[in-house]
């Protein structure tokens, strides 16, 4: 049976939905799977009518694109036309038109019917870039974004939003290879946002999450404020590198992503959701120090590998006005208790947790004599034992998730899998992703 | 009888590491489970990851042994199969020569700690 393939309805109330031409992320007679994104084209909402004051929605997100995927599977034949190459792929210059048809799909499934056209499913991709100049034309939602998201455009139930917040072994669970969530969400039909930032130039560390949630914006513009004149009087006169380190660290300290709400749109129109049901942290996020100011008090904590990205005045200033605070696991349980409490009486959030891989092949230790006590501060995976029966014991008397990364990595091997104990192979990315959306569905039914 | 410890295989797909940090001292009479020293391992280069897949480790002494001389100081990056150090029963065995065979070791993985040379040089 031969399925015509069309955009189906989209609206934005007040404004003209614009596209770009289509550019496909298959080769024509690809076989596709159900919800598996095929091709994609940008979109821009422009004002209609009289204008009104203000920022409209989706102001700060410059990137918006839709994701086309075919209900059923099948082999895929494209339409002449669609694909116009070059900026007519990018600029949006053609109205949205739900009965243009894409392609057609070739399908077995005996619910279809030859002849008959169907709507595409839209994956909604929306990209807040953390700057401006992050201007790039490639592929699905391109450039350096301080706060991407994804949902399906289709059907008029409100969805599940989901916040992702750890660092890598999260980012490649929820973004998948192609940095656009294309994964999650071809396994996952359902009403679904999820809401995407990454972990720089702050890591989202526990404690670093609950001074954010807390700040006020007095206490903000105070941090604006030594920062600007820490640069001013700096021995080290600061470098491009500076200024662009520290105006992200400001962007993103002042910034309170576990309060946003969110605009959306859909086949019916303009929706406004409120914050994340669902938080998901990574324990691996966790260090045994972080940087405290001494005269502001907030917690910071920049990945070692990030800190690379830093000028000397930032580096001095992370020297000069920070203390070095030693974490112990009571301190990190502490952190966990209050963040997961914070969240719960806030937004009523439910915490998912990464838990961390506590085996390694790599060691041969017979004799744990010559470490010193407590081993959990020297050996990695010790350390990495005791963090997970926190998270199990955290669970006991709070509202907590744990994917079980440590079982996972350990069923399928951890050597092929896990190899340094965070970067996770494709397969052990997709138990993950299915643990996750297990739980997602667990959330989703408590409503 | 001289013995030798050479960078071998870790993780695989490394091709080397960066010493962290030197425990012992040259001359040192050496028991079982003295630490010899930290090292990183970065698998970057066998790994496409938008953050350095960095794991830390420490070697230690399975076996009595004088160390005679070692070869490394923090920073220094070492190849498979580079000589990092050379241990003997006693401190008047030569060190001229070739090893008699390896000197045992374990490696244990640990935690990033403050005196590592990676985070205060990097």
Same mark, same amino acid.
């Given at each position: 049976?031969?399925?015509?393939?069309?955009?189906?309805?989209?609206?934005?109330?007040?404004?003209?939905?614009?596209?770009?031409?289509?550019?496909?992320?298959?080769?024509?007679?690809?076989?596709?799977?159900?919800?598996?994104?095929?091709?994609?084209?940008?979109?821009?909402?422009?004002?209609?009518?009289?204008?009104?004051?203000?920022?409209?929605?989706?102001?700060?997100?410059?990137?918006? %694109?839709?994701?086309?995927?075919?209900?059923?599977?099948?082999?895929?034949?494209?339409?002449?036309?669609?694909?116009?190459?070059?900026?007519?792929?990018?600029?949006?210059?053609?109205?949205?038109?739900?009965?243009?048809?894409?392609?057609?799909?070739?399908?077995?499934?005996?619910?279809? @019917?030859?002849?008959?056209?169907?709507?595409?499913?839209?994956?909604?991709?929306?990209?807040?870039?953390?700057?401006?100049?992050?201007?790039?034309?490639?592929?699905?939602?391109?450039?350096?974004?301080?706060?991407?998201?994804?949902?399906?455009?289709?059907?008029?139930?409100?969805?599940?939003?989901?916040?992702?917040?750890?660092?890598?072994?999260?980012?490649?669970?929820?973004?998948?290879? /192609?940095?656009?969530?294309?994964?999650?969400?071809?396994?996952?039909? @359902?009403?679904?946002?999820?809401?995407?930032?990454?972990? @720089?130039?702050?890591?989202?560390?526990?404690?670093?999450?609950?001074?954010?949630? %807390?700040?006020?914006?007095?206490?903000?513009?105070?941090?604006?404020?030594?920062?600007?004149?820490?640069?001013?009087?700096?021995?080290?006169?600061?470098?491009?590198?500076?200024?662009?380190?520290?105006?992200?660290?400001?962007?993103?300290?002042?910034?309170?992503?576990?309060?946003?709400?969110?605009?959306?749109?859909?086949?019916?129109?303009?929706?406004?959701?409120?914050?994340? /049901?669902?938080?998901?942290?990574?324990?691996?996020?966790?260090? /045994?120090?972080?940087?405290? @100011?001494?005269?502001?008090?907030?917690?910071?904590?920049?990945?070692?590998?990030?800190?690379?990205?830093?000028?000397?005045?930032?580096?001095?200033?992370?020297? %000069?006005?920070?203390?070095?605070?030693?974490?112990?696991?009571?301190?990190?349980?502490?952190?966990?208790?209050?963040?997961?409490?914070?969240?719960?009486?806030?937004?009523?959030?439910?915490?998912?947790?990464?838990?961390?891989?506590?085996?390694?092949?790599?060691?041969?230790?017979?004799?744990?004599?010559?470490?010193?006590?407590?081993?959990?501060?020297?050996?990695?995976?010790?350390?990495?034992?005791?963090?997970?029966?926190?998270?199990?014991?955290?669970?006991?008397?709070?509202?907590?998730?744990?994917?079980?990364?440590?079982?996972?990595?350990?069923?399928?091997?951890?050597?092929?899998?896990?190899?340094?104990?965070?970067?996770?192979?494709?397969?052990? /990315?997709?138990?993950?992703?299915?643990?996750?959306?297990?739980?997602?569905?667990?959330?989703?039914?408590?409503? | 009888?001289?013995?030798?410890?050479?960078?071998?295989?870790?993780?695989?797909?490394?091709?080397?590491?960066?010493?962290?940090?030197?425990?012992?001292?040259?001359?040192?009479?050496?028991?079982?489970?003295?630490?010899?020293?930290?090292?990183?391992?970065?698998?970057?280069?066998?790994?496409?990851?938008?953050?350095?897949?960095?794991?830390?480790?420490?070697?230690?002494?399975?076996?009595?042994?004088?160390?005679?001389?070692?070869?490394?100081?923090?920073?220094?990056?070492?190849?498979?199969?580079?000589?990092?150090?050379?241990?003997?029963?006693?401190?008047?065995?030569?060190?001229?020569?070739?090893?008699?065979?390896?000197?045992?070791?374990?490696?244990?993985?640990?935690?990033?700690?403050?005196?590592?040379?990676?985070?205060?040089?990097?």
């Amino acid at each position: 049976m031969k399925v015509p393939l069309t955009l189906g309805p989209l609206s934005a109330e007040g404004h003209t939905i614009l596209r770009s031409g289509v550019r496909w992320l298959c080769n024509d007679g690809y076989v596709c799977r159900p919800n598996e994104v095929i091709g994609y084209c940008n979109l821009s909402l422009e004002r209609s009518g009289s204008r009104t004051a203000g920022a409209g929605p989706f102001a700060e997100e410059m990137e918006i %694109q839709v994701g086309f995927a075919s209900r059923r599977p099948g082999r895929i034949r494209f339409a002449a036309g669609v694909a116009l190459g070059g900026y007519l792929d990018i600029r949006e210059a053609k109205a949205w038109d739900a009965a243009t048809v894409i392609a057609e799909i070739e399908t077995d499934d005996a619910s279809a @019917h030859d002849g008959v056209s169907e709507d595409v499913r839209l994956l909604m991709l929306a990209g807040r870039r953390m700057t401006a100049l992050a201007d790039v034309h490639s592929g699905l939602l391109p450039g350096w974004l301080g706060r991407s998201r994804a949902w399906w455009g289709s059907g008029d139930e409100v969805p599940l939003t989901l916040l992702s917040l750890g660092i890598c072994d999260a980012t490649s669970v929820v973004l998948g290879d /192609q940095t656009a969530f294309l994964e999650l969400f071809a396994d996952c039909p @359902h009403a679904l946002h999820v809401v995407f930032h990454p972990d @720089h130039p702050v890591a989202p560390a526990a404690p670093v999450l609950l001074d954010q949630l %807390q700040r006020t914006p007095s206490q903000f513009k105070a941090i604006a404020q030594e920062v600007r004149g820490y640069m001013a009087s700096s021995a080290a006169s600061p470098t491009a590198e500076d200024w662009m380190f520290v105006g992200v660290l400001l962007a993103t300290l002042g910034r309170n992503p576990l309060l946003d709400s969110y605009s959306i749109f859909t086949p019916s129109g303009l929706q406004t959701i409120p914050p994340a /049901q669902a938080v998901l942290l990574s324990l691996n996020a966790e260090p /045994q120090t972080l940087l405290k @100011h001494r005269k502001l008090g907030y917690r910071l904590h920049v990945m070692r590998h990030h800190q690379a990205a830093a000028g000397p005045a930032t580096r001095a200033w992370m020297a %000069q006005e920070f203390e070095v605070v030693t974490l112990s696991l009571e301190d990190i349980r502490r952190d966990y208790e209050s963040l997961i409490d914070a969240i719960s009486s806030q937004t009523g959030a439910k915490v998912i947790v990464l838990n961390r891989m506590s085996t390694s092949g790599y060691e041969d230790i017979s004799n744990y004599a010559p470490f010193d006590s407590p081993m959990s501060n020297t050996l990695a995976n010790i350390g990495s034992k005791e963090l997970n029966l926190i998270l199990d014991e955290i669970a006991e008397t709070r509202e907590l998730y744990i994917v079980d990364v440590d079982t996972i990595a350990a069923a399928l091997g951890g050597r092929n899998h896990l190899p340094d104990g965070i970067h996770q192979s494709g397969l052990m /990315q997709a138990h993950l992703r299915r643990e996750l959306l297990h739980i997602l569905d667990g959330l989703r039914g408590m409503d | 009888m001289l013995l030798e410890l050479r960078l071998s295989e870790i993780v695989p797909g490394m091709s080397g590491a960066t010493i962290e940090c030197v425990h012992a001292v040259a001359g040192s009479v050496l028991k079982p489970g003295a630490r010899l020293l930290d090292l990183s391992i970065d698998l970057s280069s066998a790994f496409a990851q938008e953050c350095p897949p960095i794991s830390f480790f420490r070697v230690i002494l399975r076996e009595s042994a004088v160390l005679r001389r070692i070869d490394v100081v923090p920073g220094k990056y070492m190849e498979l199969g580079e000589v990092i150090a050379l241990f003997a029963p006693t401190s008047d065995d030569p060190v001229d020569g070739p090893a008699d065979r390896s000197v045992r070791i374990a490696t244990a993985g640990i935690m990033h700690h403050a005196e590592m040379w990676t985070g205060s040089h990097q």
